[in-house]
């Protein structure tokens, strides 16, 4: 009985041993603490509840022990030996790997002109219909479209979208013109005209807001400093008022001295023919003698350089180092004025063309294929190659894109945009490695922002790609996103995009950098042009001589003319009398003494006593008397006139000439206030062109007629 028992209690601890070792949890649910179940007899036992664990034993065949099986099952609703519902065993699977993501597909559009033109139809045609949805979503779809593209301004669209902003603003609805002009500043924002625009309408609508429409202005002034396209013309301006109004300052200071002197020249010309020649016939003959430059249109410098020659002994030290000055620097205003041209040149050049492609805008197809035909005939450089391929590339034709890009940087394998575009080129075929180590190369050389953000999306594209194997480039894409963003706060974060779109427009994935200025620059040489100026502009001032001669001649007869005018003493030419104004010269009044400053009648009336009866000492003061009358109303006539002119008239030439160059600079740019050279859009207002203009006039005229006065007083 004993021994029995003993059994017993020995199997009763085998089963109870067994479910202290094994505590089964489901992965799908929280784990629980468990008790072990009591050891229940086959025929006996009460049905296990579902959920529990338990282990089954078997009779070893060789020896009958109760073995434990190498698995643990878990029971599932069956039908037991005693009839009862026991739960059936069924084996735990492990979970399937969850399915691999496919990548979202890359789409790469190619686009046309006829796109381009049938979506500005679209808004045009919207605009026209005044309805303000269909508008505004036309209109979002241009903007759409110039991302699409890769368009870094276009400009036809713009102004288009300026026309129809002053149509609206014309209608009266100035809020709708206001939201126009910004979606046109949107389309171009590197086009002054755009910013002005908005400006003024900004203005328009609320006086008050400064901030806005001072900062588009400013905006605007910015885009026309900073475009090749704008700021050459405007510096042609420029130049071309500065080189007019020296011009005019020249002739009229040479005139206002021949009117001031010529009436000595006459005096002594008249001695060269017999007596009975009266003095009008000489003076006739004097001023057909000075006017045979002009007749015979030999030049401003060879007709100024006569009229010095005429009053050269008559003028003041000052006044004809003046004179040399002004008329030997006629010689130079050609080269200057072709230099200009050469410098600012850019329409109907090579760089207007390639501009315009770079650009993206439509219409340029027929200017990419003639550059095709260039380049089929290895006719064109690095710029010409490399704004095709980016053309290419921002359209979608990819193989062409590479293959331009490729011909580019054989020619420039340095260059920054070229890789960069070629990069680009890469990642859209799917070449992601190679995309990767040319941004990679570029980063270590040459870090910049655009560089540092395609890099970041090559990495996320890895990461899309090839899924959990280069989880960990997801770091780098954050890593190089964080240092383009220090380069250029304006770049987007990575959070802010879905990482698993359903598709990726890759046209506009990755962005690309412009022609460099300086390639524009090079191309943009009018030599042709310049050649042409220069010759008009010499033929014009100089005359018809060689152009070896042209340069220096003006300047070598007026330095040989000015010390001719030291020998006036040696010849006895007319001097002024400083009382009366009459020539005084021995010819004329042999009783005059050598080097008296006065005529022989105001030395007997003012310097000798009791010589003239009272009645003609009187009357020579006033013949004095209005003599200085006569000057100061002359003088101050000029300067009323023409500012500056006065002063040269009473004897103060060379401020005299600053007050009339700065007189004509502003009278000549409010004349051609719209420029000389026409930009191909609106370029600054007129308002801003007249401010500077209106400064200059009202500080400069008011003050020369002040400083006469005072010299006069």
């Not at 901030?211 to 090749?228: F, I, M, N």
């Not at 004179?323 to 040149?345: M, N, Q, R, W, Y």
């Not at 040269?648 to 401020?655: E, I, L, N, Q, T």
Request: glycine share 8%.
């Amino acid at each position: 009985m004993r021994l029995f028992a003993c059994f017993l209690a020995f199997a009763w601890l085998i089963p109870t041993a067994s479910f202290a070792q094994v505590d089964l949890v489901d992965p799908d649910t929280a784990p629980k603490k468990k008790k072990a179940p009591p050891l229940v007899d086959e025929g006996l036992g009460e049905p296990d509840q579902p959920g529990q664990t338990d282990t089954v034993v078997e009779d070893d065949p060789e020896d009958g022990t109760l073995v434990a099986p190498p698995t643990v099952v878990k029971k599932g609703p069956g039908k037991g030996p005693n009839g009862k519902d026991l739960p059936k065993d069924v084996k735990k699977e492990p979970p399937p790997p969850p399915p691999k993501k496919e990548p979202p597909p890359m789409l790469v559009k190619t686009i046309s002109d006829a796109d381009l033109n049938a979506v500005w139809i679209k808004w045009r045609d919207a605009n026209a219909s005044k309805n303000a949805a269909a508008e505004q979503a036309a209109r979002k779809e241009l903007l759409a479209t110039r991302s699409l593209i890769g368009a870094s301004n276009l400009e036809l669209w713009a102004v288009g979208l300026l026309r129809a902003a002053q149509a609206w603003e014309a209608s009266g609805d100035s809020g709708a013109a206001v939201e126009i002009a910004v979606s046109a500043s949107e389309l171009a924002p590197d086009l002054p005209a755009t910013w002005f625009l908005l400006s003024r309408l900004y203005f328009s609508a609320d006086p008050s807001g400064i901030p806005r429409y001072v900062g588009a202005l400013q905006k605007g002034l910015a885009a026309e400093l900073s475009d090749s396209r704008y700021l050459r013309p405007l510096m042609a301006d420029f130049a071309s008022i500065f080189l007019i109004a020296f011009i005019a300052t020249v002739i009229v200071v040479m005139l206002v001295l021949l009117l001031r002197r010529g009436y000595y020249f006459l005096y002594d010309f008249h001695f060269f023919f017999p007596r009975a020649a009266a003095r009008w016939q000489t003076s006739a003959l004097a001023l057909l003698l000075l006017s045979l430059p002009i007749v015979f249109r030999m030049g401003v410098a060879p007709t100024l350089l006569a009229f010095f020659a005429a009053i050269t002994m008559y003028l003041t030290v000052r006044e004809r180092v003046l004179a040399v000055v002004l008329i030997g620097s006629l010689g130079f205003v050609p080269v200057i004025g072709g230099l200009v041209v050469e410098h600012t040149a850019f329409a109907d050049t090579a760089a207007e063309d390639l501009y315009r492609i770079e650009r993206g805008g439509p219409g340029v197809e027929p200017l990419v294929q003639r550059y095709e035909k260039l380049a089929a005939e290895d006719k064109v450089g690095f710029a010409e190659r490399y704004v095709l391929g980016h053309f290419y590339l921002n359209r979608g034709h990819l193989e062409q894109a590479v293959a331009h890009l490729k011909s580019a940087l054989a020619l420039r394998p340095d260059d920054v945009p070229g890789r960069i575009a070629l990069s680009k080129a890469f990642f859209l075929q799917g070449d992601l490695e190679n995309s990767r180590s040319i941004l990679e190369a570029l980063k270590a050389s040459s870090p910049t922002s655009v560089g540092l953000l395609n890099l970041s999306r090559v990495y996320q594209r890895r990461v899309q790609v090839y899924g959990d194997a280069n989880a960990g480039e997801i770091d780098k894409a954050n890593s190089n996103l964080m240092e383009a963003r220090q380069l250029d706060p304006t770049l987007p974060t990575i959070a802010s995009e879905d990482p698993f779109p359903k598709e990726i427009i890759g046209n506009d994935r990755l962005k690309t950098l412009p022609l460099a200025q300086s390639d524009l620059v090079a191309l943009s040489k009018g030599e042709v042009p310049a050649r042409r100026v220069r010759s008009q502009l010499s033929q014009m001032l100089v005359g018809d001589v060689p152009s070896a001669v042209a340069l220096f001649y003006p300047l070598l007869v007026a330095l040989a003319l000015l010390g001719f005018g030291f020998l006036g003493k040696a010849l006895e030419a007319a001097k002024v009398c400083n009382r009366c104004g009459r020539a005084v010269s021995r010819r004329g009044d042999p009783d005059v003494s050598a080097g008296s400053p006065m005529c022989t009648q105001c030395v007997n009336v003012f310097a000798k006593k009791n010589v003239v009866a009272p009645s003609v000492k009187v009357r020579k003061q006033l013949e004095v008397a209005r003599y200085e009358s006569q000057m100061e109303r002359a003088s101050t006539i000029l300067g009323v006139l023409w500012s500056g002119m006065g002063h040269v008239f009473s004897g103060a030439p060379v401020r005299g000439a600053v007050y009339g160059y700065l007189f004509v600079l502003a009278i000549t740019g409010a004349v051609l206030r719209a420029g000389v050279v026409r930009p191909p859009f609106e370029t600054l207002p007129i308002g801003v062109r007249l401010v500077p203009l209106a400064l200059i006039f009202f500080i400069v005229y008011p003050l020369s007629l002040l400083r006469l006065r005072r010299r006069q007083s």
